[in-house]
């Protein structure tokens, strides 16, 4: 029997009072909870350490095993990781003991309720505006475009920024391991991965997801994330014809982000050599657009890259349309 939503909320809410605070508005990006003693919470992209708790270890326990039953998830010694989702969307990574030795860890990526847009990332100085009116001209264009940076760099941000860009009248098809992205778009189809249950039944891959979704008519196929073999899948579908794909990777630079793909593509259990893929690669991905978080917590696009081509003696050949210069005026 399925739990009525105003119960789940209720429940949830109450469970996890000591976080209450920060899941309201849009100022906390992150929320860390380091066993029952410690929550950190980011703002701005900097760490802070908070005065709130949970009263015991039981009590953050409670709070997780009942997140679980409610989404219909294992969590136990013998599956310590959970992933789930709050009422407001916001999205619950935990391990729990012995996988965590130190107690209970949990980490809450915010959901964003004012969604971004170029203009508002031209505010925060995340691009300039002529940065805006490029990448606005690439999704015109239909480009395959790649946005690629390291770990809370703000990917996903932009990438439901430039999804966002998508003509009103195109069927967007969304793909991810658990939704983030809010298009505001009229026809958008979002599909969502699912983990198998304890006896491997059920689950559901992004790639058997991106294999379905070319057999439904989509005019632009955004994945939230290419993590393994699913590239090479991407990859083939961005060849074959469908173009203003999106997707997200991790990486530092945008050559490395080609070499990712070229890693995660091999992951595949379609055996491609090397001399074939990385042309195709190179056919198939129009636009690297590289973000980086610096120090202070900021977040910046740091290049706009065109991928020109492959060349079997010299390598890839790209060409930056746009660079940030570093404080010392040299390019990034």
């Known amino acids: 029997m ?30 860390m909870i380091n ?29 997780l095993r009942n997140l679980s039953q409610f989404v219909g998830r294992e969590l136990n010694p013998r ?21 965590a030795s130190s107690g209970p860890v949990v980490c809450i990526r915010r959901f964003r309720r004012k969604q971004l847009t170029l203009n508002r990332l031209v505010e925060l100085g995340t691009i300039t505006r002529d940065v805006g009116v490029l990448l606005r001209a690439i999704l015109t264009r239909r480009d395959n475009v790649i946005v690629a940076g390291g770990s809370g760099s703000g990917k996903t941000s932009l990438l439901n920024v430039l999804a966002s860009l998508a003509p009103d009248d195109e069927r967007v098809v969304v793909i991810e391991d658990s939704q983030e992205l809010q298009l505001g778009l009229s026809h958008v189809v979002h599909l969502e991965a699912q983990p198998a249950d304890v006896r491997g039944r059920g689950g559901v891959t992004i790639r058997e997801l991106l294999r379905a979704t070319l057999r439904m008519r989509p005019d632009r196929i955004v994945i939230g994330e290419i993590r393994g073999g699913e590239a090479l899948d991407l990859i083939q579908a961005m060849t074959s014809g469908h173009r203003g794909c999106l997707s997200t990777v ?4 945008p050559f490395d982000t080609l070499s990712r793909l070229e890693t995660m593509a091999l992951m595949s259990d379609v055996h491609v050599p090397l001399n074939v893929l990385r042309p195709q690669i190179a ?17 910046y696009v740091t290049h706009v890259t065109e991928v020109l081509g492959y060349d079997p003696e010299n390598g890839y050949r790209i060409n930056h349309l746009f660079e940030r210069p570093t404080e010392s005026g040299r390019r990034e």
């Open 250 to 253: 991790h990486a530092t630079l």
């Open 35 to 63: 066993g029952h003693k410690e929550i950190y919470v980011e703002r701005s992209g900097r760490l802070y350490l908070t005065g709130s708790r949970f009263a015991s270890e039981h009590a953050l326990m409670s709070a």
């Open 283 to 299: 056919s198939a991905v129009d636009t690297i657009v590289q973000v980086s978080r610096c120090p202070d917590g900021s977040r």
């Open 79 to 99: 599956q310590p990781i959970l992933e789930a989702r709050l009422p407001d969307g916001s999205r619950v990574e935990a391990i729990i003991p012995p996988a």
């Open 2 to 31: 399925s739990v009525p939503s105003h119960v789940f909320d209720q429940t949830v809410a109450a469970l996890f009072a000591p976080v209450g605070p920060f899941l309201e508005g849009d100022e906390v990006s992150e929320i």
